[in-house]
């Protein structure tokens, strides 16, 4: 049963780069056809998909937030990263990791992380 | 951008009651990537319906998803306990995913 963990800093400078990773267990980054994604969930916005990076390595973000987001896989560690540079206020969320795939031409985002709150403040 | 509109915005019934939560699209999308997620609070969403349809695993049968290209629909044939919950609308389109802004069910 695959599980994933995000970790990272829990408080983040405005102007400064946020960085978090997913540690996947059960299954491997590489080799599943996967997804490997980024979501996070404000009061403001509700949830907002960041991006994603598929297990070969090329990525797919959303254009609002493409300018400011770079997604990577460490296959050492079994875990994939997301840096947000430039961040304010606005980006204080919960962000979770979440695999996500295709099965029968169709897509889903399971399973997701717990998910962890970060929040933009000086 | 396809934007979800979601309806209603809550809903407060009781065990035992049939639902039907609504998500209309502003312009059509492929059922292929039409999700539906139950989140708890303090939790992560869960995983429900993909593909408009079909039933994730471990899912009970009382929850099931229809429709297409703008107006998606998730039933719940009869209301537990533990289905009182927020549910998303999630899709794929113009290369990126959006999700709807929720339905709660509440008691």
């Known amino acids: 049963q695959v599980q994933l963990q995000e970790s990272g800093p829990g408080l983040v400078k405005p102007s400064e780069t946020l960085s978090l990773s997913c540690t996947v267990s059960g299954g491997s980054v590489t080799g599943g056809s996967y997804y490997w994604s980024w979501i996070r969930q404000s009061p403001e916005k509700g949830l907002e998909w960041i991006g994603y990076?598929?297990?070969?390595?090329?990525?797919g973000y959303n254009p609002s937030l493409k300018r400011r987001v770079t997604m990577s896989l460490d296959t050492s560690k079994n875990q994939f990263s997301v840096k947000l540079s430039s961040v304010t206020a606005a980006d204080t969320a919960v962000y979770y990791c979440?695999?996500?795939?295709?099965?029968?031409?169709?897509?889903?985002?399971?399973?997701w992380g717990q998910g962890t709150l970060v929040i933009v403040s000086s | 951008e396809i934007v979800l509109t979601q309806s209603p915005a809550i809903l407060s019934l009781s065990p035992g009651e049939r639902v039907t939560l609504s998500c209309r699209a502003s312009?059509?999308?492929?059922?292929?990537?039409l999700g539906w997620y139950q989140q708890k609070p303090g939790q992560a969403p869960r995983l429900l319906i993909y593909g408009a349809s079909t039933r994730a695993a471990g899912i009970p049968d009382r929850f099931s998803g229809s429709g297409s290209g703008t107006d998606f629909t998730l039933t719940i044939s009869r209301l537990e306990p533990e289905d009182f919950a927020v549910y998303y609308c999630?899709?794929?389109?113009?290369?990126?995913?959006?999700f709807g802004p929720g339905t709660k069910v509440e008691i």
């Open positions: 999630q899709q794929y389109g113009s290369s990126f995913f959006t």
């Open positions: 312009q059509s999308v492929s059922s292929n990537y």
């Open positions: 990076i598929y297990d070969s390595g090329s990525t």
């Open positions: 979440a695999r996500g795939g295709f099965l029968n031409g169709r897509f889903w985002f399971d399973p």
